[in-house]
């Protein structure tokens, strides 16, 4: 007998790793560029905003890093909070 497992969400995106794929392409091209910056010129500067980019990005359970940033921001600073006491 012959036994298939499937994931549970047939129309979940593909990931690699953390990331999902337009981002994991996105981040090995900047992470190429960023390499060859600092090699040939020593400019740091996109190589911490491959850092940066690749951290905001990490994916856990279809929600990302980016994703919570967002949820407090609006939390926080721009959505009114209203609290009555009785």
Request: charged share 15%.
């Amino acid at each position: 007998m012959t036994t298939y497992l499937y994931p549970q969400n047939l129309r979940a995106t593909a990931s690699l790793w953390l990331w999902g794929m337009r981002d994991f392409s996105i981040l090995c091209v900047a992470a190429l560029f960023s390499v060859v910056a600092l090699v040939r010129i020593g400019f740091i500067i996109p190589a911490v905003v491959t850092l940066c980019f690749g951290f905001v990005t990490i994916r856990l359970e279809d929600a990302t890093v980016m994703d919570f940033l967002q949820y407090a921001a609006r939390y926080f600073l721009s959505t009114q909070q209203h609290f009555e006491w009785r």
